[in-house]
């Protein structure tokens, strides 16, 4: 009986194997900016991660986040594939959905891309990492392997990008998703489109830096997608409201199985994010999300 259970264990690890062979590569690590806004990036200096990242990947510059353009509506969205009127997460701090979600999975949340991959591959490593703790309400956190805040970036800014290197090179994650809040506080504090913001989002983009040689030094480099994105931009001190300042955010997408092609003509939504990534390891998507897969960005296999 232990030999049949051990036999069985075998082959359903190498079904596992096999199957996540078909991937199209092994990690995905998302770093999501809250309030970066599209229009920033030509105006930008001193960015040069996020720049090679472009050139050397896809991108766009007029990805639509989510109506109302703020942050708990938008990161739900992004990781759960859906409009805000489906997730039901509608103010900017939702930490329950305003109105029930119109699905949801086995812990009562709206499925996320954590919880997919967790169903259809339950091995899977999946580490979530925020200055802004909302996020952590509106994605399925049981779902991860680990969750962990740096609230205290104003005195300690680095904190999170040190937490986001020890979690690569420890557990080299499948899905790891790393969500800075600082330039959207500076908006808040100074003001979107002025020095002030500028220069936050050239330390954001150090902080891209060491995430990328993490990513080397844990030998993923050349396994890994890398995702970047917003979760909606803004103008003068704030967002939410609907200009396009506002609701026009980045999509950087580079590494294994990505085109090298710049910037791309196609329609993208704050909720392709989720169905990209899924897409990437050709997970079956719940029929409940409206997110589409960015095809354009993948080379053809
Ligand atoms: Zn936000």
């Known amino acids: 009986m232990k030999k049949i259970i051990i036999l069985a264990l075998a082959l359903c690890l190498t079904a596992v194997g096999a199957e996540a062979k078909r991937w199209r590569a092994k990690h995905v690590v998302v770093i999501g900016l809250d309030g970066w806004g599209a229009y920033s990036v030509p105006r930008a200096h001193d960015i040069p991660n996020i720049r090679w990242l472009m050139e050397h990947g896809s991108y766009s510059l007029t990805e639509r986040a989510v109506l109302p353009s703020a942050s708990a509506i938008n990161w739900a969205s992004m990781f759960n594939g859906a409009p805000t009127e489906m997730h039901g997460?509608?103010?900017?701090?939702?930490?329950?959905?305003?109105?029930?979600?119109?699905?949801?999975?086995?812990?009562?949340?709206?499925?996320?891309?954590?919880?997919?991959?967790?169903e259809q591959y339950p091995e899977a490593e999946m580490g979530c990492l925020v200055e802004w703790p909302g996020v952590l309400h509106v994605i399925d956190t049981l779902a991860l392997n680990y969750w962990d805040r740096a609230e205290d970036y104003e005195q300690d800014p680095d904190h999170m990008t040190r937490l986001a290197e020890r979690y690569i090179l420890d557990k080299k994650p499948t899905l790891a998703a790393f969500c800075y809040v600082a330039l959207d506080h500076e908006g808040h504090v100074s003001g979107h489109d002025t020095p002030q913001y500028y220069d936050k989002l050239a330390f954001l983009d150090k902080q891209v830096g060491r995430i990328l040689q993490a990513i080397r030094d844990a030998g993923m480099w050349d396994?890994?997608?890398?995702?970047?994105?917003?979760?909606?931009?803004?103008?003068?001190?704030?967002?939410?409201?609907?200009?396009?300042?506002?609701?026009?955010?980045?999509?950087?997408?580079?590494?294994?199985?990505?085109?090298?092609?710049?910037?791309?003509?196609?329609?993208?939504?704050?909720?392709?994010?989720?169905?990209?990534?899924?897409?990437?390891?050709?997970?079956?998507?719940?029929?409940?999300?409206?997110?589409?897969?960015?095809?354009?960005?993948?080379?053809?296999?």
């Open 89 to 118: 997460y509608m103010k900017w701090n939702s930490q329950r959905p305003d109105i029930p979600s119109m699905i949801e999975n086995e812990r009562q949340k709206f499925p996320s891309v954590f919880s997919i991959m967790r």
């Open 223 to 301: 396994d890994t997608v890398i995702l970047m994105t917003a979760d909606h931009g803004g103008k003068d001190n704030g967002h939410g409201g609907a200009s396009i300042e506002e609701m026009q955010i980045p999509f950087v997408i580079w590494g294994r199985g990505i085109r090298q092609q710049g910037e791309i003509s196609d329609v993208i939504m704050q909720y392709d994010t989720a169905a990209t990534i899924a897409e990437v390891f050709r997970l079956r998507r719940p029929q409940a999300w409206r997110g589409q897969p960015i095809w354009s960005v993948f080379s053809r296999k």
